[in-house]
């Protein structure tokens, strides 16, 4: 008899983004020449993985309203997410969004299961579950990436945005979001 193991949202998606680091990483390690002789990474960036229950809608909230860039993204076929353990059997084509350019931009990593229904998380705070629980987006003007995104219908949650305390560098708000899943994305910078 064969069992499978269903593991948490938090742990597929933590699941997903360390796939997605090895399926994508090879082409990124062979292309970076900057990394130190001395680390144990080729990269100093990560890419990060979710999945969203509707992929052209996350698309859009995070390069509309909050300015990521999309480029090609690239489809991961069956066999290879089976083999590798991140998928059990199904295709995907996984939507790909970068903060900067080059092969070190931070990069987002869009994948829709419409076929599966796939279990939300508890998004009241940051410590409801355990797992990756926010992305942080470092911003060079507060004011305008607000106004960007309240553009799309986009607004802050509680009272951002929020001076950083003393003892913090100072000058820098935080101002916290939801994309359309109900992840929170932090976006910090100063306002000008």
């Known amino acids: 008899m064969i069992t499978t ?47 969203v229950s509707d992929a052209k809608k996350a698309a859009d909230f995070y390069t509309k309203a909050l300015g990521f860039t999309e480029i090609e993204g690239f489809d991961v076929p069956a066999a290879l997410g089976k083999d590798s353990g991140l998928i059990d059997g199904r295709p995907v084509h996984i939507r790909v969004l970068v903060l900067g350019e080059g092969e070190t931009a931070t990069k987002l990593k869009l994948l829709e299961f419409p076929d599966v229904k796939s279990k939300p998380v508890d998004n009241a705070f940051i410590h409801s579950t355990l797992g990756p629980s926010y992305l942080t987006i470092y911003v060079k003007d507060t004011t305008a990436a607000l106004e960007r995104a309240k553009k799309h219908g986009i607004k802050p949650r509680a009272k951002g945005p929020v001076e950083l305390p003393k003892g913090f560098p100072q000058g820098v708000y935080l101002t ?17």
């Open 5 to 51: 193991r269903r593991f948490s949202p938090r742990a597929t998606c933590l699941i997903l983004i360390l796939g997605a680091l090895l399926l994508t990483g090879v082409a990124g390690w062979a292309a970076d020449d900057s990394s130190d002789a001395g680390s144990n990474f080729a990269r100093t960036t990560i890419d990060v993985g979710v999945v």
């Open 176 to 192: 916290v979001v939801n994309d359309p899943d109900g992840n929170f994305i932090e976006l910090v910078g100063p306002k000008k």
